[in-house]
């Protein structure tokens, strides 16, 4: 009986305990404790992943601290080359498209290491009301330094979650619609009402207007990626970004460089910090000679009579001689000793004034000049040259360069036959997609020689001087050296010598992807081989 009684006690307590904790959930709660809904405690990582991720600047061996190791290796010793925008200091034999497998697999190491950063994001906060702007931003971003990493090494495998430990490599054309698709969703997903980053974002700093024109503004650039290989595709998402609205004038994308060593803005750092000369290309010195008919305002002793007024801000004298002159790309290493210790025959990038210089990432005269091909290509309804004008202002205006109205109206061409003028049609090498490239090609200048690769491989524009050696055992190049033959340069870079050793069957299908062997002339998806370079001159 006793049994009885103590028993019935216990369970009538068990069940008041249960009742109160059922009823008084909310008193055992620390009312000022913010809870996974009420905010997204992953905008510290974003951060972290935009700074330390961006065109890969700041990151060293892969992981997320400091130091330009990616940028100088992957960046400025092979992208500058291949764009020929510059020419650094030293002996590397990338200049001649030689790989160094070491880089690449740094590179591969630290971008894995971002987009399984993105992917742990996106998987933790999709879920979350109170995290749907930080997931949108993750979403653009992977699609960002994703097709970035496609753009240097073609199809490699793309995962999607942090479940996908060793995924397949994907084809490119899969990946692009991908990437179409979720831009697009982002945009959508993104809600001025709900919490997103505000300090931890270091390019618009919390501005979704801004984040989403950028998103857009990536759309119609991949969308023009994919003009030769499938111009459909290229015209709906060309529309459709232009139609969601891209970036406008004063929003582009920069980020400021943070303390620490190798953290100050990378070309200051390597030319000031390092004594390692960045100098002109002779591809670059034809480009901007001539051209706007304006006048040499730089301190050269020796210089053409006529300079693009970028062009004397870009470049300063060469330290021997006074000369403002580039140097030929890929001269073999018994010539390139000519060019000096420094490169101090040849002249040296000047825009360093500051370690504190912002990077660009995304400027909006490149959106201007590609609205401008877009609707001069037909892909979208708008005017071509109102669209060119604006990028060659904003560009302009950017740089504080003078005489922009009479640069504008000149007929006169540079070394190539390209001329300023929109409505002049005279010559060889000056139509007006070879303009419009020709001036989106300037206006990058320095920091975005990404996209000058790209065009020149998807284009072969602008006009280049063939690099006079290039390694045979690194890619199959022809014999002559033609302007006109878009197999002369560059297509991509291997993929890293782990991935055929440790990821064997992986590696294979990747191969496969490619159509073609791992090397460098073998040709990425959006790679059609078009010429549409005119040019005379040889």
Known sequence: ??????????????????????????????????????????????????????????????????????????????????????????????RNY?????????????????????????AQGKDNPMAQNGVALARVWRVYIQSQATDFFGPIPFPKSPAEANPAYESLEAQYNF???????????????????TAEDPIYF??????KQFANSLRLRLALKVSEVNPQLCKAQAEAAFAAGVMQQGNDAKIAGTTGWGNAYNYYMYQVGWGEKMVMTSSFQKILTGIGGVAYAGSAETHPSDVDPRGSI?????VTGKKWVGVYPGLPTGEHVNIGSTNAYMSEVNILSSDKRKIDLFLYPEVCFMLAEAAERGFIATDAKTWYENGVKASFAAWN???????????????WGTSASYDDATGAGNTKLEKIITQ?????????????????????????????????????????????????FISRQIFPQSESLNNQTNYNAGVQL?????????NVWWDKDKNYCTSSVQ
């Open 401 to 415: 360069a003078g005489n922009v109205n009479s640069y504008l109206a000149s007929n006169a061409k540079n070394a």
């Open 98 to 122: 030689t790989p160094n497998g070491g880089w690449n697999g740094d590179y591969w190491k630290a971008h894995y290491q971002w987009l399984s950063t993105l992917n742990t994001v996106i």
């Open 514 to 522: 490619l159509g073609g062997a791992d090397k460098v002339s073998t």
């Open 314 to 318: 870009y470049f300063d004298p060469s």
């Open 179 to 197: 990437f179409f698709a979720e831009l697009d969703a982002a945009v959508k997903q993104f809600s001025p009402g709900k919490d997103f980053l």
């Open 206 to 211: 919390g501005d979704i207007t801004k984040w």
């Open 1 to 94: 009986m006793k049994k009885y009684i103590l028993s019935s006690w216990i369970l009538a307590g068990v069940v008041l305990l249960t009742g109160c904790e059922q009823g008084l959930d909310g008193l055992n709660d620390n009312p000022n404790q913010p809870t996974a809904d009420m905010y997204d405690f992953n905008k510290s990582t974003i951060g972290t992943v935009l700074r330390y991720g961006v065109d890969m600047n700041f990151t060293l061996n892969g992981g997320l601290v400091g130091a330009a190791h990616l940028h100088e290796r992957i960046k400025n010793l092979n992208i500058d080359f291949y764009s020929q925008y510059i020419n650094p200091s030293g002996g590397w034999t990338t």
């Open 440 to 488: 989106k090609y300037i206006a990058n200048f320095p920091d975005v020689s990404l996209q000058a690769w790209n065009d020149k491989r998807r284009l072969n524009l602008p006009a280049f001087d063939v690099p006079k050696e290039r390694d045979p055992g690194a890619g199959t190049f022809p014999a002559t050296f033609d302007i006109k033959d878009p197999k002369n």
